[in-house]
């Protein structure tokens, strides 16, 4: 469960957000300069909120009261981003790696071809970015985020990049990923299939505020 209330000061207007998410997928949606991305960067440690409290399970990720602002490694949070963030210097295995390394996950406890193989991408390890089409460089980044066992996973526009066919198949994997995760899941779009077919909740921000609350989504059958 992720317990927050994030109040930050932006460019326009200050930023007032109150979420608390089961092990279920929360839309997050508004128009562009919402403030939808910033949301999730205070989430991840990216982005520090002006005040609030972040509790993710027991843990206190953020409290402005308590002078508490773990780092992002120290979060437990998986971040896939709206452009994929792969390093291009890097392989496939290497960018998987990475988030262990930072995160001090010994590489015996987590097989990244394992990993990479659940999403059909496990023959593409020693590739670098640039020689991988979207669709696989978001299978890389998604196996990229899960490797650090998150317990909570943050989806920025993920798909929005993507061809029809390519963001239809990568939907259906990460509804089954969420499935068997188990963990929350915020993802933030523009495009109503994508909420309609994987969101459980909507919640509409405008101008970094949440106006009439939230609203549950009717399940779209897979
Ligand atoms: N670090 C910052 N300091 C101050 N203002 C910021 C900062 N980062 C973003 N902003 C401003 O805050 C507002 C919200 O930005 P944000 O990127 O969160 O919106 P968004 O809803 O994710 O937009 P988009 O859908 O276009 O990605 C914008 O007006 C932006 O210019």
Same mark, same amino acid.
């Given at each position: ?33 919402? $403030? ?12 520090? !909120? ?7 399970? *027991? ?23 709206? *452009?994929?963030?792969?390093? !291009?210097?890097?392989?496939?295995? /290497? ?24 999403? $059909? ?7 670098? !970015? ?18 650090? /066992? ?12 993507? *061809? ?34 994987? $969101? ?5 921000? *405008?101008?970094? /505020?949440?106006? /009439? ?10």
């Amino acid at each position: 469960m992720l317990d927050a209330l994030i109040q930050k000061k932006l460019c326009n207007f200050t930023l007032n957000i109150k979420l608390q998410v089961k092990n279920e997928i929360l839309v997050l949606w508004g128009h562009s300069g919402a $403030g939808k991305t910033t949301v999730l960067q205070c989430l991840a440690g990216l982005a520090k !909120p002006s005040s609030g409290l972040i509790k993710l399970k *027991d843990q206190v990720l953020y409290s402005s009261e308590e002078y508490i602002n773990l780092s992002p490694q120290s979060r437990n949070v998986g971040y896939l981003f709206q *452009d994929y963030a792969l390093f !291009p210097h890097m392989t496939v295995r /290497q960018n998987v790696m990475y988030g262990l390394k930072a995160k001090k996950i010994f590489k015996a406890s987590i097989d990244p071809v394992e990993l990479l193989n659940s999403f $059909g991408v496990g023959h593409l390890i020693d590739r670098y !970015p640039r020689q991988l089409s979207g669709g696989e460089k978001q299978r890389v980044a998604l196996a990229r985020a899960l490797a650090v /066992q998150p317990k909570l996973l943050l989806l920025d526009e993920p798909f929005s990049a993507l *061809d029809k066919g390519t963001r239809e198949l990568l939907r259906q994997e990460v509804k089954k990923l969420h499935s068997q995760w188990q963990i929350p899941f915020i993802l933030v779009t523009h495009d109503e299939e994508d909420a309609n077919y994987l $969101g459980d909740r909507l919640i509409a921000l *405008d101008k970094g /505020q949440t106006g /009439q609350g939230d609203r549950y989504l009717v399940p779209v059958q897979s």
